[in-house]
């Protein structure tokens, strides 16, 4: 029988070294395997990244040059037709009635009114109609009619909260009165107020739960101007606080504030001639930020997130108009121009939509344009339809739904005459 040759510890050694460097090589391939793969998933990553980045900029700042009619219908509206955006479409408004119009341009309902100066606010699905210097209010909702009250004074203002309360600021020849009614048109809270005291009330605005009044007054005295802020609380905190349910108030002097406006439940913004003044009141008032202004004031606009204004560019030959957008701490998001005389002025949830004659321009909150261009004719109204690109137009005579495009503008849909 053969026997095995018995190996030295130096063959065991060479055996032992051959195998470990064969070990080695083979971890070190596959560590810089696995280290290649993982700087190329980095690089596909980033790439993905910056595509990703690109197609979002992409959809974010891209200008729409053109537009198609989806839709259009042949309409006949008065010189006396006033519009106001109301849920998805538009309420239209005359001295003898109302109509809501839905965003296809057919009218959901009628009613009649017997007005001289109507003026309409809307909150949610609500609008109040009131005849100023008369003694009407009409609450209406998407279904129509709710309820019309007859005002024992004068109507100086008025304004809606999201489930229909509305208060209204009456004037008699010595008090004025700042009443609070429910959807219904029954009497929730009276407040009197005289010139002498509290000054002339300038405007109104209601919070969306209807439990919250915030007033502006103004008082002349000695030639000079001071206009006061006062904030009223229906609810149980306005209860314990006095018999007035006054939680706050505010005093400016040469300062005239034409404007108050809860923009949701718990803020409210007080637009100044030299000051805007942003509040939050969840119960009670408190300062939350203030913008300084330069130039007067021409236009104001707003929706839950954000306030903007427009100034005249004086002493600027190339632009018309400046448009300033700020959020609610008081920091400028973005300012652009208006290069034309523009009537409308709308501010959507995530743009805003500037109209005048037959010119069309529309800012994202961001400061891009999403379309400038010619319209088809006089633009009474304009609102953005449930679709991204898709609007509402009011002209004189028709109502066309459109859907922007980057090429040229098409005709592709026949108008309808209106039933």
Same mark, same amino acid.
Request: proline share 3%; net charge positive.
């Given at each position: 029988?053969?026997? @095995? %040759?018995?190996?030295?510890?130096?063959?065991?050694n060479v055996i032992y070294m051959e195998t470990s460097e064969e070990t080695k090589e083979a971890n070190d391939k596959k560590e810089q395997l696995t280290k290649n793969? $993982? %700087?190329?998933s980095y690089f596909l990553l980033v790439l993905i990244i910056i595509a990703v980045l690109f197609v979002v900029s992409f959809l974010l700042n891209k200008q729409y040059k053109g537009y198609k009619v989806v839709d259009s219908n042949v309409t006949d509206y008065e010189n006396t037709a006033n519009f106001v955006e109301?849920?998805?479409g538009l309420l239209k408004y005359t001295p003898d009635g109302v109509s809501y119009i839905d965003a296809? +341009? =057919?009218t959901v309902w009628s009613a009649g009114v017997d007005m001289k100066q109507p003026v309409a606010v809307v909150s949610g699905r609500y609008v109040a109609i009131a005849d100023l210097s008369g003694n009407t209010v009409g609450v209406f909702n998407d279904e129509g009619p709710v309820s019309t009250v007859t005002m024992p004074y004068t109507i100086c203002d008025v304004d809606v909260a999201n489930q229909g309360a509305f208060? #209204? #600021?009456? @004037?008699?020849?010595?008090? =004025?009165?700042?009443n609070l009614y429910n959807k219904k048109g029954e009497i929730v809270y009276e407040i009197q107020t005289t010139i002498d005291k509290s000054g002339y009330p300038l405007d109104i605005s209601i919070s969306d739960d209807g439990k919250k009044l915030f007033t502006s007054y103004l008082n002349i005295e000695n030639s000079l101007a001071e206009n006061s802020l006062a904030a009223y609380n229906f609810g149980d905190v /306005?209860?314990?606080? =006095? !018999?007035?349910?006054? #939680? /706050? +108030?505010y005093k400016f002097e040469n300062e005239v504030i034409p404007k108050v406006e809860f923009i949701d439940n718990d803020t409210v913004v007080a637009f100044g001639t030299h000051t805007i003044t942003v509040y939050a009141m969840k119960e009670k008032?408190?300062? %939350? !930020?203030?913008?300084?202004? $330069?130039?007067?004031?021409?236009s104001v606009f707003y929706n839950e997130k954000y306030i903007g204004i427009v100034q005249n560019c004086n002493g600027d030959d190339e632009h018309k108009y400046i448009v300033k957008v700020y959020n609610l701490n008081g920091n400028l998001e973005f300012d652009n121009y208006i290069d034309f005389d523009y009537n409308n002025i709308y501010a959507a949830e995530k743009e805003i939509i500037i109209t005048g004659g037959t010119n069309c321009l529309i800012y994202r909150t =961001? +400061?891009?344009?999403?379309? @400038?261009?010619?319209?088809?004719g006089n633009i009474m109204s304009m609102v953005p339809n449930s679709n991204n690109l898709e609007y509402v137009v009011v002209y004189d005579d028709l109502t066309e739904t459109i859907k922007l495009k980057l090429g040229k503008t098409e005709q592709v849909a026949a108008p309808k005459e209106e039933e």
């Open positions: 029988m053969k026997r @095995e %040759k018995p190996r030295t510890k130096t063959e065991d793969q $993982k %700087k190329a109301f849920i998805s296809n +341009g =057919n208060a #209204v #600021v009456l @004037e008699s020849e010595e008090t =004025n009165y700042i /306005g209860q314990n606080s =006095n !018999a007035d349910r006054m #939680v /706050g +108030g008032p408190t300062d %939350k !930020a203030s913008i300084q202004l $330069k130039e007067d004031i021409r =961001n +400061g891009s344009v999403k379309y @400038e261009g010619i319209m088809s």
